[in-house]
């Protein structure tokens, strides 16, 4: 399967789930290539006509030289060199599915010319779609305006190996193509997270049978939004033709604000969503080139700042708040089901006197997860980078250090969700209770990676291997 470009309206979430986790090969259109052949052709003539044109990185140096202006000779020596001094990040490497997702999201300003970049060297970049592995880009150290630190890592390697025109190098490592791409990546997993957590949930309820007045369709009016209206109506599905006999009295807080919750991790998703497919559009390069017409009849150069995202960090970090929120909720259940008093269940899920089982640490476990996930769900402020006497560079991009901390707050969810399946389980198994039918399958899958506990036995391994089935869910293609 090949996904094909022609312009922006084909970026699309699912042409980036196609293309950055489904390792499908990128082309681009004979229509793009011709488009960005006449914009290359065009940028060459404003550079030849006009001596007087003032181009950031093409006419002027970079950064603190900005104020510098080139000759003839001096702009295409500076245009012929590699971005090899940017390349400065370093420590743990992106995922290959992320660095796939930058690629891709960095045809954006190529398509319909923006870039005035080489259509060659376009066609290069759309290439490296076809490679089994991608070149390493570190997740750490990006403290930078804009994103050339990562850029560079991950175009350094076709840059080396073209020859490079007036703002080639500088096409491949200004805009914003790494925030659209992490945005992406967690809009993606966040959804697929959400529906599992809606799963366990529903398990946790029944396991609990918590009374259905929680999540009865007369509160969708009553409250009023449709993001809660629609996981009531998921947790309505999902516990449909659950037990009968269930608690007379309400459940503790955290079964009764679930939905509530729960419709804010959708909410989060769909608009993680949206700004991802916006973003994925949006053209960030710096300069950016606009063609001719009838009051600029050379064409534009314009510098601006596109390439910072300003709505994609906090957009992360909702989608870490949402996690870290959730995680709580799951740790509060499983400690509730386990309590008999409050749950009205066997106590500590125990046959009877004597019995060497013991679940008790289990929450405590997610108590730790929990922390970790509150930790990673700080908020992504703007950090100010004045070192390296960049004077003009004083505000850093905030996209990537956003995306590593919900990457840690979903892990953490993730563990918490493992918890929680496994005590409900239990908790049904205990009762000799069957699930709901929308539950079977979800139950069968946690009993298959972790059955039921008839004797003593150490849980962590098996708890470990159940968070993992969890994650790959989350970033299954």
Known sequence: MTVTLTNRADFTLGSYVRAAWGNEAVVLSDQATETMTQARRAFLHLLDTDPDVV????????????????????????????PRSAASAFGKPLPDRV??????????????????????????????????????????????????LALSHLFLPVAETTELGEKDALSL???????????????????????????????????????????????DALWGDPEESEALELLRVLMTDGAKDRRPYQAPVSFRILPRLL?????????????????????????????????????????????????????????SACCADLALLAERQAAKILEG???????QLWAGPGDGRYFGTLPMASVGFGEAARHAAQRTFLAGP?????????????????????????AAFDACLAVL?????????????????????????????????????????????????????????
Not at 122 to 148: C, K, R, T, Y
Not at 341 to 347: A, E, F, I, Q
């Open 341 to 347: 008093r409050v749950s009205g269940l066997p106590d």
């Open 99 to 148: 660095v796939r997702g930058i690629v891709f999201a960095r045809l954006a300003n190529f398509v319909e010319g923006h870039a005035a970049i080489s259509p060659s060297l376009a066609l290069s970049v759309a290439e490296m779609m076809s490679n089994d592995a991608m070149p390493v880009v570190p997740q750490e150290g990006h403290g930078g305006a804009g994103e050339i």
């Open 173 to 219: 490592i200004n805009g914003s193509p790494c925030a659209a791409a992490v945005l992406a990546d967690a809009a993606l997993a966040g959804r697929r997270r959400a529906s599992l957590a809606a799963e366990v949930f529903a398990l946790s309820a029944e396991a609990f049978l918590a009374p259905l007045d929680h999540y009865d369709p007369a509160l």
């Open 55 to 82: 181009i950031y990185g093409v006419t002027s140096g970079y950064g603190q030289q900005a104020n510098l202006r080139f000759s003839l000779e001096e702009r295409r020596r500076h245009a012929a060199r590699p």
């Open 421 to 477: 399946a496994t005590i409900a389980s239990q908790a049904l198994h205990v009762t000799e209770r069957d699930p709901p039918p929308a539950l079977a399958a979800r139950l069968k899958m946690i009993h298959s990676t972790l059955p039921p506990v008839e004797e003593p036995r150490a849980m962590g391994d098996g708890l470990q291997a159940l968070r993992a089935k969890f994650t790959e869910e989350a970033y299954k293609a």
């Open 263 to 319: 419709g804010r991790a959708i909410r989060a998703v769909k608009a993680a969503e949206d700004m991802a497919e916006r973003s994925l559009r949006s053209i960030t390069d710096n300069p950016v080139f606009l063609m001719p017409d009838e009051q600029h009849p050379l064409g534009r150069a314009l510098s601006t700042g596109g390439y910072h995202n300003a709505a994609a960090a906090p957009a992360l970090d909702e989608l």
């Open 386 to 410: 004045e070192s390296g006497g960049y004077a003009q560079n004083d505000v850093a991009s905030n996209g990537i250090p956003a995306w590593r901390k919900y990457e840690e707050a979903g």
